[in-house]
């Protein structure tokens, strides 16, 4: 089968730790930017803590506040190992967008339960701190679940610490709290969905962009009709096959195929029905051609082959012999049961040195050598001076 761009490879996931964002692997280089933002953000509010921590804010004690810091920098790290081990695109969220908004939350909840009133009210701020690393990944029904459980997860705080501490607790202060709160977040999620929304809509039109421009790409390399290669990719590939064969002192061998009687066949059936035979004569050589080798339309009803790293001509003739008789041996009952076709085979081999159009040249010769012959049949054309190919 005929070469074809595009073969997907198998991609692994590596880390190097002079190279934390791996260049391989762009989706995941952004989670673990995601992450370090996310991490850095704990960095201001452990300084906050231990500042209030020494003005006597706080209710932990030395050792407590020593463990609250420490539990806070495993989980962070447990985070990152699995970042960069790659075990998070094994799930369904592989940014553990909510997992880490989850982790916040607890975070939050645990600090007003061990912070006295005159400062409790301040870490409200740190549930909003932690809505928005949800900006760009999380739904509206998912932003709205998330407020439910940071305002149920404050006020369990505010209740187990009345329960044990009551001295510690305004309840009619923290009651207005949690509707802060409420409010807060619940206003902060159509907004964070607003701009999720947003970002899809930049994502989907990014991907339609992309997928234009390969279709672009495509149309200015591919022939439309028969989806192989067209002119204008001939006369990129064929320089590049001159110079390597001139580099490395190896050849190839180029075959020029024009269709038989096309006009007629056209005249008399119509020109869809010559698209549709133009089509399965371009599928059966594509077919019947290795991977390595090249098919291009290169205009009407004229092919070119070019088979690459040839090392005898003779199997070359074989492979087009072969070709022309497949094609000999088509039929078409959708256009009508007598429809036969040929094919004019035009061979000759490239010779070291000579430009691209004296090689195009000779082969157009050898294939109105084989029209003139009598047509479908394959001829033969040797470049001027030695062979450079043995038969």
Same mark, same amino acid.
């Given at each position: 089968?005929?070469?074809?761009?595009?073969?997907?490879?198998?991609?692994?996931?590596?880390?190097?730790?002079? #190279?934390?964002?791996p260049k391989d692997d762009p989706q995941q280089a952004l989670r673990l930017r995601r992450f370090f933002m996310a991490f850095?953000?704990?960095?201001?509010?452990?300084?906050?803590?231990?500042?209030? =921590?020494?003005?006597?804010?706080?209710?932990?004690?030395?050792?407590?506040?020593?463990?609250?810091? %420490?539990? $806070?920098?495993?989980?962070?790290?447990?985070?990152?190992?699995?970042? +960069?081990?790659?075990?998070?695109?094994?799930? &369904?969220?592989?940014?553990?967008?909510?997992? #880490?908004? @989850?982790?916040?939350?607890?975070?939050?909840? %645990?600090?007003?339960?061990?912070? =006295?009133?005159?400062?409790?009210?301040?870490?409200?701020? @740190?549930?909003?701190?932690?809505?928005?690393?949800?900006?760009?990944?999380? !739904?509206?029904?998912?932003?709205?679940?998330? !407020?439910?459980?940071?305002?149920?997860?404050? @006020?369990?705080?505010?209740?187990?610490?009345? *329960?044990? @501490?009551?001295?510690?607790?305004?309840?009619?202060?923290?009651?207005?709290?949690?509707?802060? *709160?409420?409010?807060?977040?619940?206003?902060?999620?159509?907004?964070?969905?607003?701009?999720?929304? *947003?970002?899809?809509?930049?994502?989907?039109?990014?991907?339609?962009?992309?997928?234009? *421009?390969?279709?672009?790409?495509?149309?200015?390399?591919?022939?439309?009709?028969?989806?192989?290669?067209?002119?204008?990719?001939?006369?990129?590939?064929?320089?590049?096959?001159?110079?390597?064969?001139?580099?490395?002192?190896?050849?190839?061998?180029?075959?020029?195929?024009?269709?038989?009687?096309? &006009?007629?066949?056209?005249?008399?059936?119509? =020109?869809?029905?010559?698209?549709?035979?133009?089509?399965?004569?371009?599928? !059966?050589?594509?077919?019947?051609?290795?991977?390595?080798?090249? +098919?291009?339309?290169?205009?009407?009803? $004229?092919?070119?082959?070019i088979f690459t790293g040839t090392r005898h001509l003779s199997d070359s003739i074989e492979t087009a012999e072969r070709i022309?008789?497949? %094609?000999?041996?088509?039929?078409?009952?959708?256009?009508?049961?007598?429809?036969?076709? !040929?094919?004019?085979?035009?061979?000759?081999?490239?010779? =070291?040195?000579?430009?691209?159009?004296?090689?195009?040249?000779?082969?157009?010769?050898?294939?109105?050598?084989?029209?003139?012959?009598?047509?479908?049949?394959? $001829?033969?054309?040797?470049?001027?001076?030695?062979?450079?190919?043995?038969?």
């Open positions: 089968m005929a070469k074809q761009p595009g073969l997907t490879r198998k991609r692994t996931f590596s880390y190097n730790m002079f #190279q934390p964002f850095a953000s704990y960095m201001p509010w452990t300084i906050i803590i231990i500042l209030a =921590h020494s003005l006597g804010m706080m209710r932990f004690s030395n050792t407590e506040l020593f463990a609250f810091i %420490i539990a $806070e920098m495993c989980i962070n790290l447990i985070f990152y190992v699995v970042f +960069i081990t790659g075990v998070n695109k094994r799930l &369904k969220d592989p940014s553990l967008t909510t997992v #880490q908004m @989850l982790t916040g939350i607890m975070w939050a909840s %645990i600090l007003a339960y061990y912070s =006295h009133s005159s400062i409790r009210g301040s870490y409200i701020v @740190l549930y909003l701190t932690v809505f928005v690393f949800g900006v760009f990944r999380l !739904t509206l029904k998912e932003f709205l679940t998330l !407020t439910v459980v940071a305002v149920g997860s404050y @006020l369990l705080s505010v209740t187990l610490l009345y *329960l044990n @501490l009551p001295d510690e607790v305004d309840m009619g202060l923290e009651i207005t709290r949690c509707f802060l *709160l409420l409010a807060a977040l619940s206003w902060f999620s159509p907004l964070g969905h607003y701009i999720y929304s *947003l970002r899809e809509k930049v994502v989907k039109a990014n991907t339609e962009l992309k997928g234009a *421009l390969a279709k672009i790409e495509q149309l200015a390399v591919c022939d439309e009709l028969t989806n192989i290669y067209n002119r204008r990719q001939l006369f990129n590939i064929l320089p590049r096959e001159k110079a390597l064969a001139d580099r490395m002192g190896s050849t190839f061998v180029i075959c020029l195929m024009d269709l038989d009687n096309f &006009k007629q066949i056209n005249d008399s059936y119509g =020109h869809l029905a010559g698209d549709a035979i133009l089509k399965k004569f371009a599928l !059966t050589v594509k077919n019947g051609i290795r991977r390595e080798d090249y +098919i291009f339309r290169y205009g009407g009803e $004229e092919f070119i082959v022309r008789t497949s %094609i000999e041996n088509l039929s078409f009952p959708e256009i009508s049961d007598e429809l036969k076709i !040929t094919v004019s085979i035009g061979i000759t081999v490239y010779q =070291h040195g000579e430009p691209v159009d004296v090689l195009l040249s000779r082969a157009d010769d050898a294939m109105y050598k084989a029209k003139q012959k009598g047509k479908n049949r394959i $001829e033969y054309i040797a470049p001027p001076g030695p062979e450079t190919m043995p038969d």
